[in-house]
């Protein structure tokens, strides 16, 4: 099928190595964060969140940063195995916005090489 | 049980024909949200529902998207005379009872693949 990570900007890592995907998010009002992976034919999967009270959360083999200061998030992958490749969108959203679902960023295509 | 259900998983429309799309949350979750991803990018907000109630329509792109909730659980999505500019992938997520839709985790389904020709 079509690849989820067509046209989108894309990271390439051995196998082991360290992965750090960025996201930037515009509304400061904004106060909860998401990390998704998305492979391709299939939904996106939640991986890890952060509320803007924190501006780090570790999970199993991920770590979540959050700096409000600059609106910047990111999504750490420590010794990255075949299958974290996929395409990872980080998600945002604002109570109260008028919107009660998630804003998306437009994704990261993670390749890890053997 | 299983996760969240949607069907058809591809639909081949012509343009202007009527499509509905079906999606089965899962069991005992009382919010659901409808996205579209078009390729390449990341899935955009169409609706929110709260059980039957839709509280939030405002991603609907124009007044031939229409969405369904009847009795609280399956969800339909329906667009009208479909244009080319439709074409694209139909996530529905639905998320569990808790303090607010809003910082509950929301789980998505596979998503239809619609194709408008």
């Known amino acids: 099928g079509e690849s989820v990570g067509l046209h989108l900007p894309t990271l390439s890592v051995q196998e082991g190595d360290n992965s750090i995907i960025n996201c930037a998010y515009s509304?400061?009002?904004?106060?909860?964060f998401i990390w998704y992976k998305q492979e391709s034919g299939k939904g996106p999967q939640f991986i890890i969140d952060?509320?803007?009270?924190?501006d780090k959360r570790q999970g199993q083999r991920v770590t979540v940063l959050l700096n409000k200061t600059v609106k910047h998030l990111s999504l750490q992958i420590a010794a990255t195995q075949p299958g974290d490749s996929a395409v990872y969108f980080c998600?945002?959203?604002?109570?109260?916005?008028?919107?009660?679902?998630?804003?998306f960023g437009k994704g990261t295509h993670l390749i890890i090489q053997p | 049980g299983a996760g969240v259900s949607q069907s058809p998983r591809y639909k081949v429309a012509k343009r202007g024909q009527d499509v509905a799309l079906r999606c089965d949350p899962i069991?005992?979750?009382?919010?659901l949200f409808w996205y579209q991803q078009a390729l390449g990018q990341g899935p955009e907000f169409l609706t929110y529902?709260?059980?039957?109630?839709?509280?939030?329509k405002s991603g609907l792109p124009s007044d031939r998207f229409f969405a369904e909730r009847p009795e609280g659980s399956v969800s339909t999505l329906k667009i009208q005379r479909t244009q080319q500019e439709d074409s694209a992938v139909y996530l529905c997520?639905?998320?569990?009872?808790?303090?607010?839709?809003?910082?509950?985790?929301?789980?998505f389904g596979p998503g239809t693949r619609l194709t408008v020709l």
């Open positions: 997520a639905s998320s569990p009872p808790g303090a607010g839709a809003f910082y509950n985790e929301q789980f």
């Open positions: 509304n400061s009002a904004s106060d909860y």
């Open positions: 529902f709260q059980n039957e109630a839709q509280l939030d």
């Open positions: 998600a945002y959203g604002t109570p109260g916005g008028g919107a009660d679902g998630l804003t």
């Open positions: 952060i509320r803007s009270n924190m």
């Open positions: 069991s005992g979750h009382v919010s």
